[in-house]
Nanobody
Framework: QVQLVESGGGLVQPGGSLRLSCAAS????????MGWYRQVPGKQRELVAA???????NYADSVKGRFTISRDNTKNTVYLQMNNLQLADTDIYYC?????????WGQGTQVTVSS
C-alpha cells in the first residue's frame, strides 16, 4: 500500500509564501515523476509542476518564476516552494507520484490566498 501524505497548506496573504511537502511511503517500485496538481471543485485538475528522478522540471506557465519544485529521491519526498502567491493560486493542491504501472495521489491540501 503506497501512501502520499501532503503538508504545508494554509492561509496566506497575497505576495506571501508557502512550502508544500509530500512524502511517499510503502512499496514503491521504480518511482519516476513526482508532481503537484491543483483543482477547484467542479473544474479539471491541472498540472502545477512536476519533476523527474533525474531532476528535469516542468511548470505551468502561470507559476513560472514564482514556484519551485524539488525532490529528495532518498526519501521519496517532493516539495513545492510557492512565492509571491496570488489570489488565483487558491486551490486544493494534490501530490502525484508516477511509478511503472501505477499513478498515486495524495488526499490534497488546501491553499488559500486572501487579504
Amino acid at each position: 500500500q503506497v501512501q502520499l501524505v501532503e503538508s504545508g497548506g494554509g492561509l496566506v496573504q497575497p505576495g506571501g509564501s508557502l512550502r508544500l511537502s509530500c512524502a511517499a511511503s510503502g512499496s514503491i517500485v521504480n518511482p519516476n515523476a513526482m508532481g503537484w496538481y491543483r483543482q477547484v471543485p467542479g473544474k479539471q485538475r491541472e498540472l502545477v509542476a512536476a519533476i523527474t528522478t533525474g531532476g528535469t522540471t516542468n511548470y505551468a506557465d502561470s507559476v513560472k518564476g514564482r514556484f519551485t519544485i524539488s525532490r529528495d529521491n532518498t526519501k521519496n519526498t517532493v516539495y513545492l516552494q510557492m512565492n509571491n502567491l496570488q489570489l488565483a493560486d487558491t486551490d486544493i493542491y494534490y501530490c502525484n507520484l508516477i511509478a511503472i504501472g501505477h499513478d498515486y495521489w495524495g488526499q490534497g491540501t488546501q491553499v488559500t490566498v486572501s487579504s
